[in-house]
């Protein structure tokens, strides 16, 4: 049997069959669509993007992402980290906001000076 689905890791988004038993992609064109076919059926990831507190800065909220996916059933356990940080001006773009989230090796950094 096989999984249809579109592939997200570039713009292209390619139309890709997984077979379930094998793990065989077909229909990607690019090696990075065959990665994420097997990565999405075995153990699927994601980039997490939202916003932290900030204070002393014009903004409330200071725009951050992880800087590599993580499991996908850690989604709102890293939002839950997120809620508890506050961080402090000046901050720049690629700051660590949170090093190691839930223990993933995954960072969390800032996208945007403030």
Not at 9 to 23: A, E, F, K, Q, W
Not at 26 to 34: A, F, I, K, L, V
Not at 35 to 58: D, F, M, Q
């Amino acid at each position: 049997m096989k999984k249809e689905m579109i592939c997200i890791v570039c713009p292209v988004g390619c139309h890709i069959s997984v077979d379930r038993d094998t793990l065989e992609v077909t229909g990607n064109t690019c090696p990075r669509g065959e990665k994420y076919g097997k990565e999405e059926l075995t153990n699927p990831k994601r980039v997490i993007t939202s916003t932290v507190c900030i204070e002393g800065a014009e903004d409330r909220r200071c725009p951050v992402k992880t800087n590599d996916s993580i499991p996908k059933g850690l989604n709102f356990a890293c939002m839950e980290e997120l809620k508890k940080v506050i961080l402090h001006s000046p901050v720049k773009r690629g700051d660590i906001v949170i090093a190691n989230v839930l223990d993933t090796g995954v960072d969390v950094v800032a996208t945007k000076d403030m």
